[in-house]
């Protein structure tokens, strides 16, 4: 059934009038031309590019990346384009990297001693495989053995953590030592700043250290392996200030003042075994 047309309403005397005088009313009050709608594209284009700035400065990119590394026997110094200052002990690796909001050394092998220059808006971050270090502007010294990192702090300060273990962490104060074994992080008991820097002038340190923990140190600075073919000669202990210049010297000194013998092989690789007793 089709429904039939309503009756057009009659206009009102308001509207009357302005039906007349629309087109004079025109003439007089033109509407404003309207602005063109900028392209969508541009405002996505626009908002892509935020979004990527702000993922970029969250990502941290490394924008420049260099390599170094110290020779065995070798002592070097590196300066930093931002003022910063490194030495490398004998037969050390490193990897320094430049990113958006960070300055990143890697240490893969090694020892160095670190001047940090001060800086509020950019940390420097020391990754050591088992230990990170982060700081703003300090000295400090770190060690990165096989099974062990050992972080001394000699001014400013420091912030500590186990990689393998991020809830233990610790911030040292000028004199203390970190250690990272096994990635169990701890506070060194007794700190001997100065034993730990001698290698800065060419000297090897020991007081009551054990051996095997010399000889890991006398190894550094030697390209032939030392090896200790008695285990019972590992907890031997051993004393004084050598020269790293003269390790070879060092290991004819050992059987003078321990209960050892030394043999060296043709290739330069050094035994060292318990004495016998002359009968």
């Known amino acids: 059934m089709t429904t039939p047309l309503q009756p057009e309403r009659p206009l009102s005397a308001e509207d009357e009038t302005l039906a007349r005088h629309r087109e004079e009313l025109r003439k007089r009050f033109p509407l404003p031309t309207p602005k063109p709608r900028k392209p969508r594209k541009g405002l996505i284009a626009g908002a892509l590019l935020v979004l990527v700035s702000a993922g970029l400065v969250w990502l941290d990119p490394a924008y420049r990346t260099e390599h170094y590394s110290s020779a065995i026997g070798e002592r070097r110094v590196l300066d930093l384009t931002d003022g910063s200052r490194l030495v490398l002990d004998s037969n050390t690796r490193v990897e320094v990297s430049w990113h958006l909001r960070t300055r990143q050394v890697k240490l893969a092998s090694g020892q160095v001693l670190f001047n940090v220059r001060r800086t509020l808006i950019r940390?420097?971050?020391?990754?050591?495989g088992t230990a990170r270090i982060k700081v703003l502007g300090t000295q400090f010294n770190v060690f990165r053995e096989p099974y062990a990192v050992h972080v001394a702090l000699m001014r400013g300060s420091v912030h500590v953590e186990s990689t393998m273990d991020p809830t233990q962490h610790m911030q040292l104060i000028p004199g203390q030592q970190a250690e990272v074994r096994h990635g169990q992080l701890r506070l060194a008991d007794n700190a001997d700043i100065p034993r730990i820097l001698a290698w800065r002038d060419r000297r090897l340190m020991f007081s009551h250290t054990p051996l095997s923990e010399a000889i890991a140190q006398i190894q550094r600075y030697r390209q032939a392996p030392i090896r200790l073919?008695?285990?019972?000669?590992?907890s031997l202990e051993v004393s004084?200030?050598?020269n790293t210049n003269k390790v070879e010297e060092l290991l004819d000194l050992l059987p003078r003042i321990l209960p050892v013998a030394l043999k060296r092989d043709a290739d330069g690789t050094v035994h060292l075994t318990r004495k016998?007793?002359?009968?």
């Open 276 to 279: 016998v007793a002359k009968k």
């Open 123 to 128: 940390p420097f971050l020391v990754d050591a």
């Open 229 to 234: 073919d008695d285990e019972r000669l590992a």
């Open 240 to 242: 004084g200030v050598f």
